[in-house]
Every structure is written in structure tokens, then in C-alpha cells.
């Protein structure tokens, strides 16, 4: 926690002394000026924030929010960092992903700000056989290398490690992690892999190789298929678990087992909650190193990627922001490894622009924004120490749910797990549906004249497991409806929007309604008249007075125009002629959905 200097000055002597009391009184007063009437005792509460996991942000935070103390980074619990001077030295490993082999593209990165090489191997990924071509020109004993080769990896680690001594690097010099994850492929496949050559593995790099690591416990699969933080660490720490026990059945001790791991992790644009779920994550798996009977092992290596699931399809740059903000979460948060996906990771296989920007990304916040000069920045912070004990306690709790199913193998095989992760799924889904949970570009402030840039196809990812899932899926489904129509027709479906009074009256909620009906690919019209707009349908416009005045005879002019459909901007009333409601918290995609299939666009 933060220690201030005891130098005899206090800024706050000619100050009177306030209480929590007196700020929750405040702040009664100021709801009530918007119009919320609620008491000096309830008024924190209204200005709160329900997250997942059943955890709430609160608007205030004291010292009177306590929080286990989080320790010395480098030492137990490891909540502060895994290592005593963090990544202070040289910031985070920068590391990028390749799919695919592209000329040159490994050269062109490592070149220009990437520290290490994260390689996806496989039929339609990297060949194994190309694998060495994928490293031509790479100093081996410089730029560690990270595998991904799914139920390949004995003879993809093997290749590397024959690579590493065909080109003279010697054993104590390699650095990378070998990539093992039968779990974890097992949640993106379905399909069950033998552990015994990972065992084989782990002791060769446990005795031959002690830069080089065997598994890597992926959180990915669970982040991807819908799973909410607490449940991507409790998934994590059963995995790690879980091969912690065979890894030490097999003969390895658990500081050895322990060395072997490397743990893999989401990085959202929630910044708060991304840094929160790393220092969690370091707390928890201390926790079971210290059960494990070996405390000092317990400093959890950690890889984070920004997520796949937030990055959208249309409006692609705004990506460029999101990934900027999961970076320096994942950075302040006190990752090892960073991995920032291309803003146009969605579209397909990213350009060098794409990967410029990327890796770019990293350099800029730890070269220009020196955000590796102090570890864990955001240290001492009531909110976030006290975020990061509720996320520790929330993840253990779903790590000792999995432990009770009999593990993360028998939780994934009975459909449990995926259950679960479904659950946290739809909810969420329903959040973004309803725009309470906004995508910018997408759910708001969409441009349907944009033209989205062209890539070639990515490899198709593995499949047969848990679900991939997406932030802007309803939202895309609705746009790929209104691009068919758009192609076979030559024009998108509209609406009219009939704008009552004068422009202070309904501007307001003429942006809303076009934002809205253009998340889903209907163009908005409000030059002319209904007949001249080539609308089938309308939408009133204006304020709640001119409604009770206007809304109901400019519905029935609507209708008498041929308009089949007439909304009203607003809270649901009583007007005649008005047939639905549109207005901040109604269900955006059911609505959208609904005015596609009646204007034919299907």
C-alpha cells in the first residue's frame, strides 16, 4: 500500500475535517436535482456499477475499504509482480502472432519493436515442415520463441528444439515455451489428447533447458467462449492445477512442475478490471504453489493478449483504441508478454500497416509513456486493491466449483463448464443488445457509407469445442442482412423519421432513433416527405409535450401515406396509431431484427 512521508505537513490542516455521511448527503442533493429522489443512505448505491461475477463498483473508495496487504513484487503472494524489479529494465516482452507464413513478416517485426515470436504451427497455419523457413534470419538465442501447434506439439517442439541446435544456440541459451495445452485444446476441439508426451517434454526442458518452457495454461478458450474474469481465472488456475498434479506424478518436483507453466490471459478495454484479474491471477496460483509446499515457486509467469472478443468488424479502427487501452492495462497490470492483435484481426489475415500499428502499440507506452518505469502503478489504490481481493475471491470460488466436478477434463467433457460459461454469456449478450454495454462503431455511432478494408482470409481456427464468441455478432448478423439487401436491390431498407416542432425539440432523439435503426443497416431519412423517402416505414420524432399535442394525428397521417409500421421515440404511451417503442434500454436487436424481416431484408 502506499506510505505517506511522515514530514509533519498536511495539505489538508486548514481544512475541516468531512465524513462519509456528509459526501453521501451531497450527493443525495445532487440526484435529487436530476430528479432521483433517494435517500442520504441509499444515494452510493444509485451512483454503483454491477459488474459480472456478481461484484460491484462502487463510486467512492477509503481507506476504510480494506484489502489484504498485496506484498513486494517478487515476493509471496506475488500480487505486485512476479519478479523484485518488474519489467522496469527493458518494459514487457512485446510479442507477436504469426498464423501464417508471410515473407518476411517475422523479420519485418522483430526488426521494428517485437521481443519474441508467438507461431501457430500446423495443417493450416505455419506447415511443421516450414517451420524452420518461418525462422530464417531469426537470432534464435535473442527473440524467444512461443509454439501453438494444438495437437502437433511433441513433433512441433521437437523441430524447434532440432532448430536450436542445428543453428548453434546453446541449451542454457534458448528462451520460449514449447506451447503443450491439452486442455486447452481439448476446450477449443472437443478432442482428448495423451499427456504423456507433454510429460516428456517438461523433463527435457526441465533438465536440458532451463530458459524454455513446456506448457502454457490458456485462458483464451473460456475468455472466448463468453466466460466473465472470475471465470477465466478459476478455469486457468484448475488447468495449471491439473498439470501441476501430473507433472509431479510423473517426477517432477513442484518447483520444477511450476517452472514448466506459463499462463495466458485476455486483456480487455474494461482497464480496471483487466489490471485487477492479472494481480488476481499472481495472488491465486501463489496461493497454490504455497499449498503445494512450495512458496518461493509460486510467481506465475503471465502472457496477455488483447481480446478477440471485444474487436469488431465494422468500424475497424476504433480497434486501434481498445487494443491501446488493453495494452496499458495489461502492462500496468504487470504482464511478462503482450500480445496486441491487429486492428483488423476480425477481417482476416492483418496487413504491415496492421502490424506496424500493433506492435507499435507496445512501444509507444513503454518507450514514450514510460509505463514500465514503475511496477504496479496502480499498487495501493483502494478501488483496485479491493477489486483485486473480490476478483481473487470470486475466481476461487469457480476454481473450487471445477475441482468439485472432478476437474477442468471431467467439467469440459460433462458440459458443465460450457453451461456455465454460456450463463455469463447470454447475460452479457443481453446487455449488448439492449446498447447498455455500447460498441462504438457498432451498437453507436455506426457509418453504414464506410468501406471496410479488404484482407485476405485468416486460417480458420480450431473447432468442435467451446464456443467463439463476439461483441458486435447480433449486431453483424443485422448488417450482413442489410448488405444482401443493399446487393440485390441497390438500396438499403429505410425509415422515415418525422421530425415534430422545431430542431431544440428533436434533434436529441432524432440522433438516437438514426444511431439505433443504422446498428442495424436501416438508413435513417429525414429530407422530404414519406412518399418521397422510399420508406415503408416511420418514426416520430419530438418532445414528450408536442407528443401529447402532435404524435397521434401525425401517426394517422403516416399511416394514411402507406406507412405499415409507425415507431414513436420514447417511453412506451398511449397513442393512437403509434404501433411500437423505441427508446435508451429497449432490446436494439429484436427491434432491428423484427423491422428487417418486415422490410424483406432477410
Not at 481473487?392 to 466436478?405: C, S
Request: hydrophobic share 45%; net charge negative; charged share 20%.
Amino acid at each position: 500500500m502506499t506510505v505517506l512521508p511522515n514530514d509533519g505537513l498536511s495539505l489538508a490542516a486548514e481544512f475541516p475535517a468531512t465524513t462519509h455521511e456528509q459526501w453521501q448527503r451531497l450527493v443525495e442533493g445532487v440526484l435529487r436535482k436530476a430528479g432521483k429522489e433517494v435517500s442520504a443512505a441509499t444515494a452510493e448505491e444509485a451512483l454503483s456499477t454491477a459488474l459480472e461475477d456478481g461484484l460491484t463498483t462502487h463510486p467512492l473508495y477509503t481507506a476504510h475499504d480494506e484489502a489484504p496487504e498485496p506484498g513486494f513484487p517478487g515476493f509471496a503472494p506475488f500480487v505486485r509482480g512476479g519478479r523484485p524489479e518488474g519489467n522496469t529494465v527493458g518494459g514487457w516482452d512485446v510479442r507477436q502472432r504469426h498464423a501464417t507464413l508471410v515473407s518476411d513478416s517475422v523479420l519485418a517485426d522483430l526488426e521494428n519493436g517485437v521481443t519474441s515470436l508467438w507461431l501457430t504451427v500446423g495443417p493450416d497455419a505455419i506447415p511443421l515442415a516450414s517451420l524452420g523457413r518461418a525462422l530464417d534470419g531469426v537470432y534464435l538465442d535473442l527473440a524467444p520463441v512461443v509454439l501453438d501447434a494444438g495437437q502437433e506439439v511433441e513433433p512441433a517442439a521437437r523441430e524447434l528444439l532440432r532448430l536450436y541446435e542445428e543453428r548453434g544456440v546453446a541449451k542454457e541459451a534458448a528462451r520460449g515455451n514449447l506451447g503443450a495445452d491439452p486442455l486447452g485444446h481439448e476446450a477449443r476441439t472437443g478432442e482428448e489428447l495423451p499427456f504423456a508426451p507433454v510429460v516428456g517434454l517438461a523433463r527435457l526442458c526441465a533438465e536440458e533447458y532451463p530458459g524454455v518452457r513446456a506448457l502454457t495454461v490458456d485462458a483464451l478458450p473460456y475468455h472466448e467462449a463468453g466466460g466473465s474474469a472470475a471465470q477465466e481465472l478459476g478455469a486457468s488456475l484448475a488447468t495449471g492445477v491439473a498439470y501441476l498434479r501430473e507433472l509431479t506424478e510423473a517426477g517432477l518436483t513442484v518447483e520444477q512442475a511450476c517452472a514448466q507453466l506459463e499462463f495466458r490471459y485476455a486483456a480487455t478495454a474494461d482497464q480496471f478490471l483487466t489490471i485487477a484479474k492479472l494481480r488476481a491471477a499472481r495472488r491465486l496460483w501463489a496461493r497454490v504453489a504455497e499449498v503445494s509446499g512450495a512458496p518461493t515457486a509460486g510467481a506465475q509467469v503471465q502472457h496477455a493478449v488483447t481480446s478477440p472478443v471485444m474487436m469488431s468488424r465494422r468500424d475497424p479502427w476504433v480497434n486501434m483504441l481498445r487494443t491501446t487501452v488493453a495494452t496499458l492495462a495489461a502492462g500496468v497490470g504487470g504482464a511478462d508478454s503482450v500480445t496486441v492483435l491487429p486492428f483488423d484481426h476480425a477481417l482476416g489475415l492483418p496487413d504491415a500497416f496492421a502490424r506496424r500499428i500493433a506492435r507499435n502499440t507496445s512501444t509507444i507506452l513503454v518507450e514514450e509513456s514510460h509505463l514500465a518505469r514503475v511496477i504496479d502503478p496502480a499498487g495501493g489504490s483502494w478501488y483496485v486493491e479491493r477489486l483485486t481481493d473480490e476478483l481473487a475471491h470470486a475466481g476461487w470460488e469457480f476454481f473450487q466449483w471445477i475441482e468439485g466436478l472432478g476437474g477442468p477434463a471431467a467439467a469440459l467433457r460433462s458440459g458443465r463448464l460450457g453451461e456455465a460459461l454460456a450463463t455469463t454469456w447470454a447475460a452479457r449478450s443481453a446487455k449488448l443488445a439492449k446498447r447498455r454495454e455500447p460498441i462504438t462503431g457498432v451498437s453507436e455511432f455506426p457509418n453504414l457509407a464506410e468501406r471496410l478494408p479488404e484482407r485476405e482470409p485468416a486460417p480458420v481456427p480450431p473447432s468442435g469445442g467451446l464456443p467463439r464468441v463476439r461483441r458486435d455478432e447480433a449486431y453483424e448478423a443485422l448488417r450482413a442482412r442489410s448488405d444482401a439487401h443493399l446487393a440485390a436491390t441497390g438500396s438499403r431498407p429505410r425509415v422515415y423519421l418525422a421530425t415534430i416542432g422545431p430542431a431544440a425539440a428533436h434533434s436529441a432523439r432524432t440522433t438516437f432513433v438514426s444511431n439505433l435503426f443504422q446498428a442495424g443497416g436501416i438508413e435513417p431519412v429525414t429530407e422530404g416527405t414519406f412518399e418521397e423517402s422510399g420508406a415503408t416505414e416511420a418514426c416520430l420524432c419530438s418532445s414528450d409535450t408536442l407528443y401529447e399535442e402532435q404524435a397521434a394525428t401525425v401517426a394517422a397521417e403516416l399511416k394514411a401515406a402507406g406507412a405499415s409500421q409507425v415507431f414513436l421515440a420514447g417511453r412506451p404511451g398511449q397513442y393512437t396509431d403509434v404501433d411500437a417503442y423505441v427508446f435508451a434500454g429497449c432490446d436494439a436487436v429484436a427491434v432491428l431484427s423484427a423491422t428487417l424481416d418486415r422490410m424483406g431484408a432477410s
